[in-house]
């Protein structure tokens, strides 16, 4: 087992004293030492798997535990904070914050939680579906012609769920994850926000 102290900044003028120290009296008080420290200055905004977080978590293992001031070290937002978290669960890493006195590991309420990330994943499958059954029930009333047109390969298969995409990305939430949910490969949501810019 290998214990991370992560600490995140947003600015160059806010010191990492504070939280390096916190969690160094948290390890002594629970006699635990920390294997490496991950350090870095940057906005919560910013996707966790394109920080320091997220390389980190890429090359940890089973059981390794993860030590941090508070959830929102982690992340700016509350989706960005519990994509982190499933992510976590899902490698069996374990997450301990000090001031929240959050535990992620293998107990009830880490298991709680997973049934949780479960059950919402299934929500937002079933409301996906009965979305584009309703659009597609709307523009067959209309009479639209639906599939793609014959020979048109620019229109993504994403395009009926736009504003979803955008929301999920404005909140943190990574392409390839995205991509997960809506069961596409990254790279066809790659070219589909791309085309969304101006």
């Known amino acids: 087992m290998h214990v991370y102290g992560y600490i995140r900044v947003s600015t160059d003028r806010q010191t990492i004293e504070n939280q390096r120290y916190e969690i160094e009296q948290f390890c002594l008080r629970h006699h635990l030492h920390i294997h490496q420290w991950i350090e870095e200055t940057v906005s919560g905004t910013i996707a966790w798997e394109k920080r320091a977080l997220g390389r980190l978590l890429r090359r ?3 059981d390794d535990l993860l030590i941090c001031t508070e959830l929102s070290r982690l992340g700016r937002s509350l989706f960005m904070i519990l994509d982190v978290l499933n992510h976590c669960m899902e490698r069996k890493i374990r997450v301990w914050t000090i001031k929240d006195n959050y535990r992620l590991g293998d107990d009830i309420s880490s298991k709680v939680i997973a049934f949780a990330f479960g059950l919402s994943a299934e929500i937002e499958r079933n409301l996906i579906s009965q979305r584009t059954r309703e659009a597609l029930a709307r523009r067959r009333a209309a009479g639209y012609p639906l599939g ?51």
């Open 60 to 62: 940890t293992a089973p």
């Open 148 to 198: 793609r047109t014959p020979g048109c390969t620019l229109r993504s298969k994403l395009e009926i769920y736009r504003q979803t995409i955008l929301s999920l990305r404005q909140n943190g939430l990574s392409q390839s994850r995205i991509a997960q949910k809506f069961h596409v490969h990254p790279s066809t949501v790659s070219r589909f926000l791309r085309r969304q810019s101006p």
